[in-house]
């Protein structure tokens, strides 16, 4: 398995301002993902990255939003932009090991953001 | 959108098997069955996963029907400490993950 970490792991943020999350994983990796969960809600897929090409978004989040970056197998990072109360969620990374067969997704720990 | 049906929520008793069962009567030939869990807002965990036969591991076993439309993940001595959300997820062709609402299982002391 991976060892996922996030930074920030939590953070409180005005609204109108915008807020960078990184995702660090201890090896090379050619999918990452990132999704939201909202208050006692289930995860939602934002944006698969794939390095070296554009983020591809999910109906219902556009890149003007959420930025993302990937410029290497080992990094990405999402931001929030524009933020308002509606945000306040967590955030989560996840990365895709390919096996022989199949494949497994490992997730990060999570940012947890509050926007006032 | 999420393809698999889950209920909302479960009991079990502390040392005995948690059966959780998931519905995914749409599945295609070539899509798995994915278990993960949440404990308190941290990051999914890995559980296992599975095309057709069934699966074993140190964490569960997992239970999938003849004609694939349904599975079930077995926690075979439940603790304290696997009382989270499980989520069952049906992969589609770009491997991308859509959650469900998942299961709320509580073991019981």
């Known amino acids: 398995s991976a060892v996922i970490s996030q930074k920030p792991s939590r953070d409180i943020c005005q609204r109108g301002t915008s807020l960078t999350i990184q995702c660090q994983v201890d090896s090379q990796v050619t999918m990452m993902f990132w999704y939201r969960q909202q208050p006692g809600q289930s995860l939602t897929l934002i944006a698969t990255?794939?390095?070296?090409?554009?983020?591809?978004?999910e109906s219902g989040f556009v890149i003007d939003k959420f930025p993302i970056s990937r410029p290497n197998l080992t990094f990405s990072t999402l931001t929030v932009s524009n933020m308002s109360p509606e945000d306040s969620s967590i955030y989560l990374c996840?990365?895709?090991?390919?096996?022989?067969?199949?494949?497994?997704?490992?997730f990060g720990p999570g940012t947890r953001l509050t926007v006032t | 959108d999420a393809k698999t049906t889950q209920p909302t929520s479960m009991d079990c008793a502390e040392g005995r098997a948690a059966n959780l069962p998931c519905n995914h009567s749409t599945i295609s030939g070539n899509e798995y069955v994915y278990w993960y869990r949440q404990i308190h807002s941290q990051g999914p965990q890995y559980i296992i996963h599975?095309?057709?036969n069934n699966e074993t591991n140190e964490m569960a076993s997992l239970i999938i029907t003849e004609d694939r439309k349904s599975s079930t993940l077995i926690l075979p001595h439940a603790t304290l400490r696997d009382t989270a959300v499980y989520y069952c997820i049906v992969t589609n062709s770009g491997n991308q993950f859509y959650f469900g609402t998942g299961t709320s299982l509580t073991v019981i002391p």
């Open positions: 599975g095309l057709k």
């Open positions: 996840s990365v895709e090991y390919s096996g022989v067969s199949s494949y497994e997704q490992y």
């Open positions: 990255a794939n390095q070296g090409s554009e983020a591809t978004y």
